[in-house]
């Protein structure tokens, strides 16, 4: 039996998609190649619902958070960072690391930014030159109203850059990227596009290419403009992840074939069966419902059970792969990933594990205890 992954990515891909990852190498500035990322690239502009230019970076997700700042920020300017869990406080270090002045505004864990504080922060200080906002916090199982707090900045500071974090929804869930207004947002290629890691993909807007140009933090790898001008020719500056750009060439012609709404309805379902089955084993989600997250849930271990021991057992005795907390909620949640290839099944699966697991780390639940 194959193990039930269900962390928030990597996650399982295909067999087509891996079969893909197994192919010769070809030339990276070859026609083949150009072909390859010219068709990726229409795709995901497709998939992001832009008009805007969409580049492609061999990296983590991590790296195309530090591409957002270092491309469109100078040294000294002034960020407002929407945090409401790690890595919302993840793209507020890496602006500070380049020499960005970085105004936090924090919401509580398992609680969603309120847009009309955003707005509030932003008529309070009109000096702001990005706001830097995460999509969907991966940390946390929550998912922002980016539409609301788009049309919030927006009614402020219609000019301002919005850099979205959108790693764990673009894909899975909506985030029309246009109709929102949005400057700069990115993705990677191990969460829901079914894909292993190696690539992050990047919206940039005519209004970011406008902040490029002023931007003065030092860049060299992650330069758009290079990016941009390589595209032209059908290539990347630098050697790119050729195996990934097979498997993401693949991955996005069956993702084109589900159709959008098919996709954001199917990672709709799988959240509420979750969810669902997480509450009927008598647990806590951390999320307050309202705005939780359809491509991850976050569960609060129950009073008198060891997170880490009840991982390691769902692990080692029932083949299923659960994340932790981090940061602040190490040991005190743990995450069942929903994104990308997954199955009603493999979710019954691992809900049915939690069931056999859960009394014999020490959790005695109404739900368990009738069983
Ligand atoms: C996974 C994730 C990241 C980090 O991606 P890496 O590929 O691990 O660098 C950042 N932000 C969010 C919201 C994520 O889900």
Known sequence: MSVNLRIPGPTPCPDDVLEAMSRQMINHRGPEFAEIVTRITASLQHLFETRNDVLTLTSAGTGAIEAAVVNTLSPGDRALCVSIGVFGDRFADIARTYGADVTMLSFDQGTAADPARVAEALRADASFKAVMVTHNETSTGVTNDLGAIAKAIRGVRPDILILVDAISSLGSVPLPIDAWDLDVVFTGSQKGWMVPPGMAMVSVSKRAWDAVEQARIPRYYFDYKKAKSYLEKGQTPWTPAVSVYFAMDVALKKLEAEGLANIHARHARLGQFTRDGVK???????????????????????????????????????????????????????????????????????????????????FASPAVAAR
Do not use: W
């Open 280 to 362: 009927a084993l008598g647990l806590r989600l951390l999320a307050d419902e309202r705005v939780a997250s359809n491509t991850v849930t976050a569960v609060v271990v129950p009073e008198g059970v060891d997170g880490a021991a009840l991982n390691k057992m769902m692990r080692t005795e029932y083949n299923t792969v659960l994340a932790g907390g981090q940061g602040a909620l190490t040991g005190k949640i743990f995450r069942i990933g929903h994104l990308g290839l997954v199955s009603e099944q493999d979710l019954r699966d691992c809900l049915d594990a939690l069931k056999q697991a859960l009394p014999r780390v020490g």
